[in-house]
Nanobody, 123 residues
Framework: QENLVESGGGLVQAGGSLRLSCAAS????????MGWFRQAPGKEREFVAA????????KYADSVKGRFTISRVNAKKTVYLQMNSLKSEDTAIYYC????????????????WGQGTQVTVSS
C-alpha cells in the first residue's frame, strides 16, 4: 500500500510558476500510473494530468495543455507537476493519486490518494 504526500503548493502571482511533488512510500511505485487532480472551492474534483508507470504516456486536461508538465522519477518514487503561466482559475487543492500501470483521466480508477496541497494564484 502506497502513501502519497504532496508538496510544493503555495501562493503565486498570475503568470508565475510552481512545481508540485508527490512522494510515494512503499515498494510498488514503479508499477503505478500516477495522476494529478484538483478541486477548487465549490467545484467538483477535476482531472489535471496523468502519466503511465514508465513515463512513456501522458494525458492532460485541455485547460492545462501547453502550460503544465507531468513527469516522474521512479528511482525517487516521486511524480512532479510543473505548472507555468499560472492563472487565477488554477487556484485549487491539488491531489496526486495512484492506479495500476496506465495513465487515466478517470478519478474512479485511482485507488490511493494524497492529502493535497493548496495552490493559490493571485491576479
Amino acid at each position: 500500500q502506497e502513501n502519497l504526500v504532496e508538496s510544493g503548493g503555495g501562493l503565486v502571482q498570475a503568470g508565475g510558476s510552481l512545481r508540485l511533488s508527490c512522494a510515494a512510500s512503499g515498494t510498488a511505485f514503479r508499477n503505478y500510473g500516477m495522476g494529478w487532480f484538483r478541486q477548487a472551492p465549490g467545484k467538483e474534483r477535476e482531472f489535471v494530468a496523468a502519466i503511465s508507470f514508465t513515463g512513456g504516456s501522458t494525458k492532460y486536461a485541455d485547460s492545462v495543455k501547453g502550460r503544465f508538465t507531468i513527469s516522474r522519477v521512479n528511482a525517487k518514487k516521486t511524480v512532479y507537476l510543473q505548472m507555468n503561466s499560472l492563472k487565477s482559475e488554477d487556484t485549487a487543492i491539488y491531489y496526486c493519486a495512484a492506479k495500476g500501470f496506465t495513465d487515466s483521466d478517470q478519478a474512479k480508477e485511482y485507488h490511493t490518494w494524497g492529502q493535497g496541497t493548496q495552490v493559490t494564484v493571485s491576479s
